[in-house]
């Protein structure tokens, strides 16, 4: 039977907007939606923005899941102008709270109630973000709270490839980022910092969009008691995600470090890459030159000052 999600909310419980973004993953976003029916927070609206999808995912959707809201694109507007869409959305259409959720993950029916709960708790939070796990491991953490160091060049998940026990990362803390897989953020901060910036081609836009938030005087929280399921990388992997995430790590870096940071971060960003290249190495030779190649372009695209072609 199909669940009819109310569509407004009260002081006890502000109406929630969930944006999934979808481009040809029509069987992760179907599962997806799947789990968010199981959802026991309410009043719920989801919408799918989907990016020019071929897959069928569209008509699946509207099919499968008739009280999703779907945005069909013309073209892949990518991810952070396709949230940005939805966000305006969101904000038009009087949400209190809005969800960024990656189309790949699954989560748990009591993760949105407990998220709403750390945002009432903080009268400073603007965002929050659940304990995040990798779905072919259910108990391995992917995500416990993001850290960035200026001096090293580092953009990182706390916790990440570890296995979960009841000592670890189980308070709910202020970090310094989270992750765009998964980020509820209150209006009120929505309003301040406007939406993510579309200059960034692929990830750090998470990133900077929390900094924005803690510069505009709020606090992103990572709330561990709510819990999801991430298919990592199932859209983007390989070759194509490191060179996009260095690209987008340096455009972070490019807007946030100042000139004393620099020689460390090239350092630091030179005794990761190589680190990264001897890790693979021993896994999976191929997959380390393939790395290898995708670094050096990237290091010179950046040297040059190459665009990104969209």
């Not at 939606?33 to 071929?54: C, E, F, G, M, Q």
């Not at 709270?97 to 699954?106: K, Q, R, S």
């Not at 953020?185 to 309003?191: D, V």
């Not at 020689?263 to 693979?280: F, H, K, M, S």
Request: net charge positive; glycine share 6%.
């Amino acid at each position: 039977m199909n669940q009819a999600f109310p569509k407004t909310g009260n002081h006890a419980n502000p109406l929630v907007w969930i944006l999934l973004v979808n481009w040809n993953g029509k069987n992760d976003t179907l599962a997806c939606l799947a789990s968010l029916r199981k959802v026991t927070y309410h009043p719920l609206h989801i919408l799918v923005i989907d990016n020019a999808s071929t897959d069928g995912s569209v008509d699946a959707i509207r099919v499968q899941f008739p009280e999703v809201e779907v945005l069909a694109n013309a073209r892949n507007e990518r991810f952070a102008r396709a949230n940005n869409q939805g966000l305006q959305m969101a904000l038009q259409a009087g949400a209190e709270f809005v969800l960024l959720l990656n189309n790949d993950t699954e989560v748990a029916p009591d993760f949105i109630a407990q998220l709403v709960q750390a945002m009432h708790a903080r009268q400073d939070a603007g965002m929050v973000a659940p304990k995040i796990y990798y779905h072919r491991d259910p108990q391995l953490i992917w995500f416990a709270g993001g850290k960035v160091n200026l001096w090293t060049g580092r953009v990182w998940h706390r916790g990440l490839r570890q296995f979960d026990s009841p000592e670890r990362f189980t308070l709910t803390e202020a970090v310094d980022y989270l992750t765009g897989c998964a980020i509820l953020i209150k209006r009120a901060c929505l309003e301040k910092i406007g939406g993510l910036d579309e200059n960034y081609f692929m990830y750090a836009e998470d990133a900077d969009w929390c900094w924005r938030a803690q510069r505009a005087g709020f606090v992103c929280l990572y709330q561990p008691t709510a819990k999801i399921w991430h298919k990592v990388s199932a859209s983007a992997g390989g070759s194509f995600k490191i060179y996009h995430k260095v690209r987008g790590n340096f455009l972070f870096f490019k807007r946030y470090a100042k000139w004393y940071h620099w020689p460390t971060i090239v350092l630091g960003v030179a005794i990761g890459a190589i680190g990264e290249i001897v890790r693979q190495f021993w896994q999976n030779p191929a997959q380390a030159m393939r790395t290898g190649a995708a670094l050096l372009r990237v290091f010179r695209d950046i040297l040059l000052r190459r665009k990104v072609v969209t």
